[in-house]
């Protein structure tokens, strides 16, 4: 229990995403159940099974500065846009250096970058590779980049796991902040995978859709016909903050983070148990660590990624720990999966959904599959009750990681 | 056939401008790389690889230290 804890809260909020370079953009699009998934058309399509991905809806290179953005690698890019929307947004106009933290991670750090950069030593040698290939390949790099901007200096981090990592950042924010390590705490998620040998890889795993001849309708949780999840880039971000520095300054609140749960499946290194013992286990830590019960929990974004394997059982967790009144969804029916990013966005779509009260709906479901065992929000978005409520965002990951992060309304 | 000062000035400008944004125009001969234009180590060797592809002269690292100013890069390309 907590209640003797620091309170964290929620002050600033920055995403790109396939939806939209920004917050904004992003969730409009996502209420209004928008697609983000594109055909690909780059020359290495043919060599893949996959002929689609959900791509950035803008373009970081045309958001930064070249010079800045020719020594950042894609992910890194994202994380930094992200960052300083969220920055700008939570308008801190002081804080202690020593008292800032960064936690930043991404599920696989800068391939785009180690790929191309051995393309670089094959051809032309040590001579020709940039002397920022190190800090563009670093999976921290996204963290480093921010903690140099605003002068962090309580703590730089970067967590990863996998497609947990966005939320698992999240969760290890809340913990700074509570454990008095800082006030404020920059936290997300960033991923930029979309290249063919990701795609392949994937594709050998038997993981992704390859609905090549509807590519918009690829992307279906809890769908009885879904085949794979769609691969997604971008970025989430969320500004944590003592309760009590944000007061201090006056701040615009748009959730409490109220605590986080985390356990591992030990089960298998990619797919998920099917008991679903690890997901009842986060999420009931994650109810522990916030003090708050099931019945409190009014929303989830979950993790459901358009898999065969994992979406059914998700839901089977729910509702053994949480109940079937929840309205659940899963905004990767319109973003795709953006792997390490996803905790972040979907933290942030998590946070905007308590405090405009509106759950999102998950798209593309034709027929619901017989086992899901909790109620999914589809075709329109539904308006969430008044009052204080509560909402969590689930993350799993390769490796079998579960992660559950609970917000509540302010 | 030799360049001229001038000429190896314009061409770094625009190394310099590709690599760190510091407009062309800002980089004049006196100038100090570390203490007027703020450019790290790192972009020093980005900055020694494109003079060398634009004026075929190859700068070693051990020159390269020793190259503090704009001017002391434009001599090493003209000798």
New interface residues.
Partial sequence: MNTDQVRVVVTGLGATTPLGGDVASSWSALLAGQSGVRNLTEDWVDSVPVKFAATAAVDPTEVLPRPEARRLDRAEQFALVAAREAWAHAAIEKVDPERLGVVVGSGIGGITTVLAAYDTFKERGWQRLSPFTVPMLMPNGPAGWIGIELGARAGVHATVSACATGAESIGYGIEMIRSGRADVVVAGGTEAAIHPLNIGSFAAMRAMSTRNDAPQLASRPWDKSRDGFVLGEGAGIVVLESEEHARARGAKVYAVAAGVGYSADAHHIAQPDPTGAGIVLAMRRALENSGLTGADIKHINAHSTSTPAGDVVETLAINEVIGDHPLVTSTKSMTGHLLGGAGGIESVFTILALHERIAPATTNIEELDEGVAVEIVRDKPRALPDGQIAAINNSFGFGGHDVAVAFTSV | MALTEQEILAGIGKIIN????IPASEVSPEKSFVDDLDIDS??M??IA?AAQDEFGVEIPDEQLKNLKTVKDVINFIQN
């Avoid at chain 2, 590709?18 to 944004?21: M, Y």
């Fill in positions: 590709e690599i760190t944004g790192l972009s060797v980005e690889v």
